[in-house]
């Protein structure tokens, strides 16, 4: 009996230790779970309906890529009555656009045509063959060609051909980057002093922002990119706009004469324009003086050789004037004392 109620205490005791056990661990986790939740209030949480509560994941977001939406562009260009140049449209483009190329011939109303095939190229290759029919209005027709500029292999002429008859019809739209141009074609400077050639792109109503500029100077037929780093103390490059850029050249000397060039920079490509430079050394503006005094002190040289010369002249002849005039006069006195010895005798 003893034994049995010993069992059924240890038994007891037993459950009463994991009682206490579970309990202790039960609020050891609530606390946990309600300051994880004070911690991040704005974790998403699950009802038991499955729908999620408002708030900001802690997972990673995905990632979602998708193609950069390209500026609309569109330009047409118009033919009328077959002409027989071609008609050409240029389009600056300074970064990726997506264009729409309308290519328009307006026929005669006299010309019965039903059909009209259209062929568009990119330079000298064909990449479009399109057919079009008549339309309401009868005499004007339109093919289009869409292309989307991303690359600079992109750039250049695209040509749609018209094949009518006698003779084909095309017009061309031309797509290039901006073109800059120095400030000054050319530029004259002396020895020692220093100079400022500057390039712009675009001009008051129509401004282009290149990403970056670059400036050359030619080594013979070579151009050379100027490096301000390695010689600061010759090269200074300044950029007050992003259209505009300066290059300041210290210390000219004669070997500093030459054509620069300033390229501008676009997603698309890059262009170049050129600045002459021409030094001089401060003898150079006096030549033409000297030249003119040189010969002034030799025509006054020679005016007064002539009249030296002349002068000389004048008084040989008038020594032989004198001395003809004392010879007639010897004469006359001796064929006198002649006349009057012979008269003496005859009386």
């Not at 100077?217 to 200074?236: D, F």
């Not at 401060?282 to 030549?287: A, C, F, W």
Request: charged share 25%; proline share 5%.
């Amino acid at each position: 009996m003893s034994a049995s109620v010993a069992l059924h205490s240890v038994r007891l005791l037993l459950l009463l230790v994991v009682w206490g056990v579970l309990d202790v661990g039960s609020s050891s986790s609530t606390p946990a779970a309600d300051t994880s939740a004070a911690q991040n209030p704005n974790q998403e949480t699950t009802s038991s309906n499955g729908i999620f509560s408002q708030g900001t994941s802690t997972s990673a977001p995905r990632s979602v890529t998708q193609a950069p939406i390209l500026p609309f562009k569109k330009y047409n260009l118009t033919m009328k009555d077959s002409p027989k140049d071609s008609v050409l449209k240029t389009i600056i483009l300074q970064s990726p656009a997506e264009l729409e190329l309308l290519c328009s011939l307006v026929l005669k109303p006299s010309m019965d045509v039903e059909e009209i095939e259209v062929v568009w190229k990119k330079e000298n290759e064909t990449i479009k063959n399109d057919r079009i029919f008549r339309n309401e209005s009868k005499n004007s027709w339109c093919s289009r060609h869409e292309v989307n500029v991303t690359t600079r292999d992109q750039l250049g002429s695209y040509t749609c051909v018209y094949k009518t008859k006698p003779e084909e019809v095309n017009s061309t739209f031309h797509l290039q980057v901006p073109e800059p141009h120095g400030k000054s074609e050319r530029i004259i400077s002396y020895v020692g002093d220093f100079v400022v050639l500057a390039c712009l792109v675009g001009s008051e109503t129509h401004q282009y922002n290149p990403s970056s500029w670059v400036w050359y100077t030619k080594n013979g037929s070579e151009q050379v990119a100027i490096n301000t780093t390695l010689m600061p103390e010759k090269y200074i490059i300044t950029q007050e706009h992003a259209n505009i850029t300066k290059l300041k050249i210290m210390g000219l000397s004669e070997e500093d004469t030459g054509v620069y060039s300033c390229e501008a920079v676009f997603p698309l490509g890059a262009r170049k324009g050129e600045v002459s430079l021409k030094v001089l050394t401060y003898m150079t503006p006096l030549k033409p003086f000297l030249a003119i005094a040189a010969e002034v002190v030799l025509f006054v040289a020679v005016i007064f050789a002539y009249e030296a010369c002349t002068k000389k002249k004048e008084f040989q002849v008038e020594e032989v004037e004198k001395e003809f005039e004392q010879t007639e006069t010897l004469k006359t006195e001796d064929s006198n004392g002649v006349e009057n010895s012979t008269r003496q005798r005859k009386v």
